[in-house]
Nanobody
Framework: VQLQASGGGLVQAGGSLTLSCAAS????????MGWFRQAPGKEREFVAA????????AYADSVKGRFTISRDNAKSTVNLQMNSLKPEDTAVYFC??????????????????WGRGTQVTVSS
């Protein structure tokens, strides 16, 4: 699976941004998908995950209630709607594909395919 994330940019605190990840290659619907982020000087961390059908999602506590993950299997895309953004959300955001359809894993090691990140910067 090849993944390409887009939609990053500069936004003021309190604003919104939607990230999109386009997949190609293996059957998209056969993959649970996740978003991770990495801030400068910090380890990459889990943000959100969605199972193959979109019927199950998981979120990091830090983004719960502000971010929404969704997918469109017909278009082979997974989106991350980010609202009420905070300066601490500033990071490079990565999408990942699990390689199997099951679950909403939160560990990096559970994902087999990674895309290049997209930068999100939230100004105060």
């Amino acid at each position: 699976v090849q993944l390409q994330a887009s939609g990053g940019g500069l936004v003021q605190a309190g604003g919104s941004l939607t990230l999109s990840c386009a997949a190609s290659g293996r059957t998209f619907s056969g993959n649970a998908m996740g978003w991770f982020r990495q801030a400068p000087g910090k380890e990459r961390e889990f943000v959100a995950a969605i199972n193959w059908s979109g019927g199950s999602t998981a979120y990091a506590d830090s983004v719960k209630g502000r971010f929404t993950i969704s997918r469109d299997n017909a278009k082979s895309t997974v989106n991350l709607q980010m609202n009420s953004l905070k300066p601490e959300d500033t990071a490079v955001y990565f999408c990942a594909a699990r390689g199997t359809r099951w679950g909403t894993p939160m560990q990096m090691s559970d994902y087999a395919y990674w895309g290049r990140g997209t930068q999100v910067t939230v100004s105060s």
